[in-house]
């Protein structure tokens, strides 16, 4: 079993909703030892103006298969709960899943990057991560989550979340 770590968001429909049925999906094919962070809502980056804002959370887990049969259970959970295959980064979404950390794998496919590679760059994926993972380490730069926060705080960008519950 591989400790995961994702992002998971959204700013269309019942985005509330639509996590909670995200994370049934993947427990029912084979996420296990769920833990869930806080969920936190943010302004839009790099969206096109007038975007709402997001609510984001981030899951750890673990995951007996492949990082791309995780892909593809993300993407078919994307798919399922309304988001279309093919969409623009820059708009809504009703849900966004993104596999943050496999383990300490560093994997750079054309369809798969581990870790993600914004990842260390977005306080709305960290500032959940650091609640349920503080000591996970991105094997790429071998700093913890914590650390990683710290530096993006440190380079003025950062804590624009509002924990929301």
């Not at 049969?69 to 623009?88: M, Y």
Request: proline share 6%.
């Amino acid at each position: 079993m591989t400790n995961v770590a994702l992002a998971i968001g959204g700013n269309s429909g019942d985005v509330q909703r639509s996590l909670v049925a995200a994370i049934k999906i993947l427990e029912k094919n084979g996420l296990s030892n769920i833990v869930i962070s806080s969920l936190y809502s943010n302004s839009a980056v790099n969206c096109v103006p007038g975007t709402p804002d997001f609510i984001n959370a981030a899951i750890t887990g673990k995951w007996d298969k492949p990082p791309e049969e995780l892909l593809f259970l993300t993407q078919r959970t994307e798919a399922a709960l309304g988001r279309p295959n093919v969409h623009r980064s820059d708009t809504s979404r009703t849900l966004d899943i993104d596999i943050i950390l496999f383990g300490k794998m560093i994997i750079s496919t054309e369809n798969l990057t581990i870790p993600h590679p914004r990842a260390k760059e977005r306080d709305f994926v960290l500032i959940p991560l650091n609640e349920i993972a503080p000591d996970w380490i991105f094997p790429d730069t071998k700093k913890t989550i914590t650390t990683t926060i710290k530096e993006l705080f440190n380079l003025g960008v950062g804590n624009r979340l509002k924990k929301i519950i």
